[in-house]
């Protein structure tokens, strides 16, 4: 089945071709260049089931920008409301004419569910607790231009890995660069299955030692729960901020919730590039688009 539903089925090269892509159109893009339209006389389709602000909005600038018509479904006003099932309402949108779905669910696997019914290539745009590959992609962007490298880059994952989607595709994906990962969290949400990763209960520990801190939102749709003992322990706030090495760097992938995961003055500061990944966002998108356009996907 073609498109992009897990980090698992791109090989290392895959990666690497995706990064450099995406980093070569955002290039293209900053400097006002023409870029290919591969997608032209194509039709994507945004399936959206949960919220989504940047994901959602760069899918649809990403396809636009390759050529692409796009339509977006709204779960909130279509026949779903009326007891459509959710297969139906695929085959529906398959039948308009989509060559292309982008699909994010709250249940894992919908995405790679979505690909069987509909025999077309999806784009797995967050599904449950499971993935959330172009979101990898995007860091993994943002980490080699701000970095020149991605092999022997030390990152710590920290705060709710266990719920986090995000969390899954990063832990599948940045070892593969060379990347050297530890999970950083109350031990209720540390996954049982590390993927070969280390772990830590302590922040304070792990912050001396990392190039890259990425902080994760409290997924309280998916069970997680805020406590005063998770942002007195978690926190980046200032001082903990001031403990990182000169060079290093702070990731989030949006939304982020000011005063939990992180104080307002440390997502204020230099170090946090969050503004950067969203900036990424749309060439990355477009280089998964184009790559499933030319098959190589
Ligand atoms: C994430 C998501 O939806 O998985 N957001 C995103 O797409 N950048 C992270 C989150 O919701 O916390």
Known sequence: MKGLTTIDSLSRADLGALTRRGSSLRDRLDAGGQVERPLAGMCVANLFFEPSTRTRLSFDLAAQRLGAEVITF?????????????KDTVLTIAA??????VVRHEQNGVPQRVAEWSGLPVVNAGDGTHEHPTQMLVDAVTMWRHFGR??????????????????????????????????????EWLPDETA????????????????V?????????????????????????????ASLGTDAVILHPGPMNRGV???EEVAE????????????GVPVRMAVLGAIAEGAL
């Open 74 to 86: 709204n779960p909130e006003t279509a026949s779903t409301k009326k007891g459509e099932s959710l």
């Open 261 to 263: 995961e992180i104080a």
């Open 96 to 101: 308009i004419g989509a060559d292309i779905l």
């Open 196 to 211: 070969g990763c280390s772990t830590s209960l302590s922040l304070d520990d792990v912050l001396v030692t990392v190039d």
């Open 150 to 187: 991605l092999e022997g880059l030390r990152m710590a994952i920290v705060g709710d890995v266990s719920h986090s989607r995000v969390a899954g595709s990063l832990m599948r994906g940045m070892p593969a660069l060379g990347v050297d990962l530890t999970l950083v969290g109350p031990a």
């Open 213 to 241: 801190v990425y902080l994760l939102r409290v997924q309280t749709e998916r069970g997680g729960k805020i406590t005063p003992g998770y942002v007195d322990g978690y926190q980046l706030d200032g001082a903990r901020s």
């Open 269 to 280: 500061s230099p170090r946090c590039l969050v503004t950067e990944q969203v900036r990424n």
